[in-house]
């Protein structure tokens, strides 16, 4: 408990220290991201079966969320798509990639409520990278990782941070990215039944 405490005092203590409107998408989804990170965190993704779960998850969370974003979003600020290489990935795994998707779709949030949304895509290339160090010292030498190494994903994030450090209240980009977490923790959830089963 006490580690647990710590903890959430130093992430409390980064989000104090980050830029305003990164700040707030932190502490609105902190216990989302939390949740999925645990689910999520069950698999080991040097197991073939359990890393093919984990991509599912990725792909079917993302063709709704990529659906929804290219209709709202900026053609400028749009994140670049990861599907097909979540799908060569389960390809080379030898693991069917079916096409369903969990739909995804928002209220009107207002004219901003994308980066909501683009932020939580962006941010998770930081854990794939964590993710991709250490299957590359634990899993097969040919095991697939093109969504984990892609570099497009990062560089996204790289020019998306100046629009996170607006001062301005952007409450529909805060249930954005509330919604967001919560859509994949859903699609994990249904995943990871069969898993654990």
Not at 56 to 85: D, H, I, N, T
Not at 170 to 186: C, D, I, K, S, W
Request: net charge negative; glycine share 6%.
């Amino acid at each position: 408990m006490g580690s647990d405490l710590k903890g959430n005092a130093r992430m409390l203590g980064r989000c104090n220290d980050a830029p305003a409107l990164r700040s707030r998408l932190r502490a609105a989804t902190q216990d989302n991201h939390q949740s999925l990170d645990d689910a999520l965190g069950r698999l080991d993704l040097a197991v073939r079966s359990e890393y093919a779960c984990f991509l599912r998850v990725q792909v079917q969370a993302r063709r709704g969320v990529e659906r929804w974003l290219a209709s709202v979003c900026p053609p400028e600020w749009l994140p670049p798509s990861q599907v097909a290489l979540l799908e060569s990935d389960l390809s080379e795994l030898g693991c069917a990639s079916d096409n369903s998707h969990t739909a995804f779709a928002l209220g009107d949030e207002g004219p901003v409520a994308w980066l909501g949304t683009a932020w939580v895509l962006a941010g998770s290339s930081l854990g794939n990278k964590m993710m991709e160090r250490d299957l590359s010292a634990r899993a097969p030498v040919d095991w697939p990782m093109a969504f984990l190494r892609d570099p497009a994903m990062p560089a996204f994030f790289k020019a998306l941070r100046p629009l996170l450090a607006s001062t301005e209240i952007n409450l529909g980009a805060e249930r954005a990215a509330f919604a967001t977490f919560a859509h994949f923790q859903a699609v994990a959830e249904r995943q990871l039944t069969g898993v654990d089963a």
